[in-house]
C-alpha cells in the first residue's frame, strides 16, 4: 500500500517563472490538503481540495492554485514565482470522513533564484 | 483564526530525561490535539493524537495529556533517547475547520 507521493523532490526555478507540483493520496483516502513550510517554519496551510473542488483556503495569494482529478492526486500552480515562496511544499492526505488525521508525503522541495 | 505557540521552542535533555513540550491555543472549539514529529529533511509524522473527551492518552514512552480549560495540551517523552531528536509540532484542529494550525515547533535534542 503505498502512502503519500509527491513530485519532483527538488526543484530550482528563477523569479517570475511558474512552477506545478504534484501529489497522489495514500490508498482510500479522497482529500488532499496543500501546505508551505519555509525554513524554521511551521507547515502553513495553503488549501484542501476534496470531491475536485477547493474546499478550504489559508492566507495565501491568488498566484497559488490547485486542481484534484477523479482519481483523487492533485496539483499545486505557483504563477509568478517569488524569492519568498522558496519551501518545503507538503501534501497531506486523509478521508473525508475522518478528517482528523493526515498523512504527508515527503514534500518538494523548491528553491526560487 | 487559532493562536497556536508553543513552548519551549528548543529543548536539550541527556539520554534516559524526560521531556515534555507545552501548546497553548486559543480556540475554545478545538476539539482535536495532534503532535507531529518530524526529522531533518523528513516528512511530519503523526505520533499520538488527543480528542476533546479524554484528558490523557498514553503510547509506550510517548503519551499526551490535555487541559481543555486552560486550552493547552502537552506532550511527554520518558526516557527519552538519540533518535527522539526531531522537531515536534502541535497542531490542534477547530471543530468547524477542517484545517490544522500548527505551532512553530520545538526543537528536542537528546544527548547520548
Known amino acids: 500500500d503505498a502512502g503519500v507521493t509527491q513530485s519532483p523532490t527538488h526543484l530550482i526555478k528563477t523569479r517570475g517563472q511558474q512552477v506545478t507540483l504534484r501529489c497522489s493520496p495514500k490508498?482510500?483516502?479522497?482529500?488532499v490538503s496543500w501546505y508551505q513550510q519555509a525554513l524554521g517554519q511551521g507547515p502553513q496551510f495553503i488549501f484542501q481540495?476534496?470531491?475536485?473542488?477547493?474546499?478550504q483556503r489559508g492566507n495565501f495569494p491568488d498566484r497559488f492554485s490547485g486542481h484534484q482529478f477523479p482519481n483523487y492526486s492533485s496539483e499545486l500552480n505557483v504563477n509568478a514565482l517569488l524569492l519568498g515562496d522558496s519551501a518545503l511544499y507538503l501534501c497531506?492526505?486523509?478521508?473525508?470522513?475522518?478528517?482528523?488525521?493526515?498523512?504527508f508525503g515527503p514534500g518538494t522541495r523548491l528553491l526560487v533564484l | 483564526g487559532e493562536n497556536v505557540e508553543q513552548h519551549p521552542s528548543t529543548l536539550s535533555v541527556q539520554e534516559g530525561d524526560s521531556a515534555v513540550i507545552k501548546c497553548t491555543y486559543s480556540?475554545?472549539?478545538?476539539?482535536?490535539f495532534p503532535w507531529y514529529k518530524q526529522e531533518l529533511g523528513k516528512r511530519p509524522q503523526l505520533i499520538i493524537d488527543?480528542?476533546?473527551?479524554?484528558g490523557e492518552k498514553k503510547d509506550q514512552r510517548i503519551a499526551v495529556t490535555l487541559n481543555k480549560t486552560a486550552k493547552h495540551f502537552s506532550l511527554h517523552i520518558t526516557e527519552t533517547q538519540p533518535e527522539d531528536s526531531a522537531v515536534y509540532f502541535c497542531?490542534?484542529?477547530?471543530?468547524?475547520?477542517?484545517?490544522?494550525?500548527f505551532g512553530r515547533g520545538t526543537s528536542l535534542i537528546v544527548h547520548p
Open positions: 490508498s482510500g483516502h479522497d482529500t
Open positions: 481540495y476534496y470531491e475536485e473542488e477547493e474546499r
Open positions: 497531506a492526505s486523509s478521508p473525508w470522513g475522518t478528517r482528523e488525521t493526515q498523512y
Open positions: 480556540d475554545s472549539a478545538s476539539n482535536y
Open positions: 497542531a490542534p484542529k477547530s471543530g468547524g475547520s477542517y484545517i490544522p494550525t
Open positions: 488527543i480528542r476533546s473527551n479524554v
